[in-house]
């Protein structure tokens, strides 16, 4: 009887520290995209989406910046694909923060003022967090 009894308090300890909740691991902050389409006031020029492509690479030297795509747009003959412009860039942040203080870094404020404003037709920006 004293081994059913010890064995039931026992089984009971078990279930009771297995349920309490266990603290959460710390969240891994979510990452910022910063998306930009360029679409050129002479569409198709190859020497000025190269241009775009060799400056918006430099952007990974900005502090703040963790990774930075660009490239040309892909072709697609779905409905759904736009494929009309001509550049496409994506930077990544660890934070708005981060973001905000590329936005405003020399480098970055010269480019798109001695680049893409003298260049592109139109600009348009995604950002969002994930």
Known sequence: ????????????????????????????????????????????????????????????????????RVGESIPSDRDIVDDSFDVGICLTYASVEDMNAYLEHPDHVKAAKEVLGPIAKKIVVYDFGG
């Open 1 to 68: 009887m004293k081994a059913l009894r010890r064995n039931t308090l026992l089984c009971f300890a078990f279930a009771v520290i297995g349920c309490q909740q266990q603290p959460a691991a710390p969240k891994a902050e979510a990452a910022v995209n910063h998306v930009v389409l360029c679409w050129l006031k002479e569409p198709g020029n190859v020497a000025q989406r190269a241009l775009i492509i060799e400056v918006s690479k430099k952007f990974r030297k900005i502090p703040g910046v963790i990774d930075v």
